[in-house]
């Protein structure tokens, strides 16, 4: 295609909202409306690795078949959420004492990596000790380890004779991971930082859990070292976002002698069809490929005492619960414990009341303090925040030399850049497209099923007519494309991926012709495609800090793939079709890809660069490398877990050669 046909590449703002419906393609009124499309197909090929997961669970009748669904699922576990760094030494401090009823409360603040620490109060009972102690995990609350209820579990286990360390997570309490100068957190969400944190960590092959799951590690290594505590008679439990970490460090710390997660255990099978994945730690990748439910959570560390703490009405489906109780009942049977596993069901919504605490502090005292009957608990007073406090002004990035995850990430990202550049030095390695291409579970495009168009309707303009129509292949979604057809085609094709949506391209634009128009009106065949979860068919409207298809993106991750790969092979599939269709010239069209498109086609491109004549990029992200390690959740659809341990995006332009034009 000549070069005069691009001029200008993009219009510099999207189309007008009104126009855009004017080019709808797919049918608004069905059961699954567009929006939901993208969701809805892979929430079927979750619950089908969830139907092989159950299949084979079913099969478990002897114990050896138990140990070795155990092992195989903590080796798999252990591998998603990655490498821990070797440990420090913890260095611990008590910054300050406080006397309860019944109890005091020493102020803590520990190493969890070199200058990288940890707050926390440890709630002590009465006497010398050694004492049983629990590690209470938060949930998602503002002022972390000082929220009332993380009090009241840790009060009323210390009034029961258990000691209590409850921490605060990263992006919570004293550990904002993000500060303004004059100390005040960045982000005022309880999860926003969880979410924001996990973006640049699953580019260096973590994610927020990794730091989440360590960071309760070494909180049992502070507590196991204590002389007061009875390293033997270690607990683990937490409420909500507590319960994902008390569900994690249970099944992977072989020193919980007895747990008790709280309004976080369903299953996966009725989470996705619920309210669907949520914040970012609660997603390990690739962990409903290798067979591991919520329900495995348990299983692993069976027959170790376990209890489920629920509510009838939480957001977290109470039908699941009970699946996973059935199913826990009959394995920890099968290793003759049937005993040490339970569920105790409070009336309410989600959080820990009255009730599941009582039972919960019963159910540690039974099994670390030997003593088995009802907890009376007393009336519970609370310390407020400043009274908790561990640091001077109330953050630990605020003191001298601390460093962030972002920062963790950072110098991870640079590791993993100069070994990449040593692997360079001869030019890219051979066998990186294949590479690449496992790494974003892409199909080649031999594999990727053929598109037959369906024409939906069509609409003159001044030089050229544009088609509705969709692009279809049993098992995969259909793509809302406008076709450009000139009055004289001149023989030239073109293939536009807008980040904004197709309709950017046909409707009216403030500053001129969008790129379609232009190239439409110069003699060009030109397709405009929706790729899933953009254009038409986008769940919504991204946020400042997150993807809009972030639930698409976590859905797509537990299953071990990505959007991006997902992405790129409708890219392919679509690109296939036109030069199918309209044969250019030398069998090659030209792709040209803007803002959110970008990242997905570069990568179809890359990985099939015969396929294209020339290719243009506008608005994309230029390197993963230059994110790692800042908050970039909302680029979250367009990064792909461990990439950088292969490849970066300039490897991708490298690899397109003098197809790349500027």
């Not at 001869?426 to 024409?455: C, F, H, K, N, W």
């Not at 110069?522 to 068919?537: I, K, Y």
């Not at 997905?600 to 294209?612: G, I, K, N, V, Y």
Request: glycine share 10%; charged share 20%; with cysteine.
């Amino acid at each position: 295609m000549k070069r005069t046909l691009f001029v200008t590449l993009f219009s510099a703002v999207a189309a007008l909202a009104t126009a855009a419906e004017d080019w709808i393609v797919l049918p608004q009124g069905t059961e699954v409306p567009p929006q939901r499309r993208l969701y809805a197909h892979l929430q079927r090929d979750a619950l089908q690795l969830l139907a092989q997961r159950r299949q084979a669970w079913e099969k478990l009748q002897t114990p050896e078949q138990c140990r070795a669904w155990q092992v195989e699922r903590q080796e798999r576990f252990g591998e998603a959420i990655g490498p821990f760094s070797e440990r420090c030494p913890l260095e611990p401090q008590v910054v300050g004492n406080l006397d309860g009823d019944g109890y005091r409360v020493e102020k803590i603040i520990l190493r969890s990596r070199p200058q990288h620490h940890i707050t926390a109060a440890l709630f002590l009972p009465a006497g010398e000790g050694p004492h049983p102690a629990v590690l209470v995990a938060c949930g998602h609350s503002r002022t972390a380890k000082a929220a009332d209820y993380n009090q009241a579990m840790s009060i009323a286990l210390a009034r029961a004779g258990i000691a209590a360390l409850c921490y605060d997570p990263i992006g919570q309490g004293e550990r904002s991971q993000q500060i303004h100068p004059d100390g005040r957190p960045v982000q005022s969400g309880t999860t926003t930082e969880h979410f924001l944190i996990g973006a640049g960590s699953i580019l260096v092959g973590r994610n927020t859990a990794h730091y989440r799951i360590y960071d309760g590690i070494r909180c049992l290594d502070y507590l196991a070292g204590r002389e007061d505590i009875d390293a033997q008679k270690l607990g683990c439990t937490g409420c909500s976002g507590g319960g994902t970490m008390t569900s994690y460090l249970m099944a992977l710390d072989d020193r919980i002698a007895c747990a008790a997660p709280a309004c976080y255990i369903t299953t996966f099978e009725q989470l996705i069809q619920t309210i669907g994945p949520q914040d970012a730690e609660q997603n390990i990748f690739g962990q409903l490929a290798f067979g591991m439910e919520q329900t495995d959570y348990l299983l692993m560390r069976a027959p170790k005492p376990t209890l489920v703490c629920a509510t009838t009405e939480d957001f977290f489906d109470i039908t699941g619960t009970w699946d996973t109780a059935r199913q826990a009942k009959r394995f920890f049977g099968t290793l003759n414990a049937p005993e040490c596993v339970d569920l105790v069901e409070a009336p309410g919504k989600h959080g820990l009341g009255p009730l599941g605490r009582r039972t919960m502090v019963q159910w540690m005292r039974r099994w670390l303090a030997g003593i088995d009957r009802p907890v009376a608990e007393a009336e519970l007073k609370y310390w407020n925040e400043s009274e908790l406090q561990c640091t001077p002004r109330g953050q630990v990035l605020l003191e001298s030399g601390e460093r962030s995850v972002y920062d963790l990430n950072a110098e991870l990202a640079a590791v993993l850049a100069e070994r990449r550049r040593a692997s360079r030095r001869d030019g890219l390695p051979p066998g990186l497209q294949d590479e690449i291409r496992q790494r974003i579970a892409a199909s080649p495009l031999a594999d990727i099923p053929v598109r037959t168009a369906r024409v939906v309707g069509s609409v003159s303009q001044e030089g050229y007519r544009i088609d509705r129509l969709a692009l279809e292949a049993e098992g995969r979604l259909p793509l809302a494309c406008l076709r450009f057809v000139p009055e004289t085609p001149s023989g030239a094709l073109a293939i536009v991926l807008d980040g904004d949506g197709k309709a950017a391209q046909a409707a009216p634009q403030p500053d001129g012709l969008s790129v379609g128009q232009q190239l439409a009106r110069q003699g060009a065949v030109v397709l405009a495609v929706d790729l899933s979860g953009l254009g038409e068919t986008a769940p919504g409207k991204p946020s400042s800090v997150l993807s809009a298809e972030w639930k698409e993106f976590y859905l797509a991750y537990l299953m071990g793939r990505s959007l991006v790969g997902f992405r790129a092979e409708e890219v392919l599939a679509a690109a296939r079709w036109a030069i199918g269709e309209h044969r250019p010239p030398e069998g090659k069209l030209t792709l040209l890809a803007r803002g959110r498109a970008t990242v997905a086609s570069l990568h179809a491109a890359a990985l099939e660069p015969d396929l294209f004549a020339e290719c243009r990029f506008e608005g994309g992200l230029d390197s993963w490398h230059d994110i790692a390690g800042q908050p970039c959740g909302e680029h979250l659809a367009d990064i792909v877990h461990g990439a950088l341990a292969t490849y970066d995006l300039p490897d991708l332009r490298t690899l397109l050669g003098q197809r790349l034009r500027p």
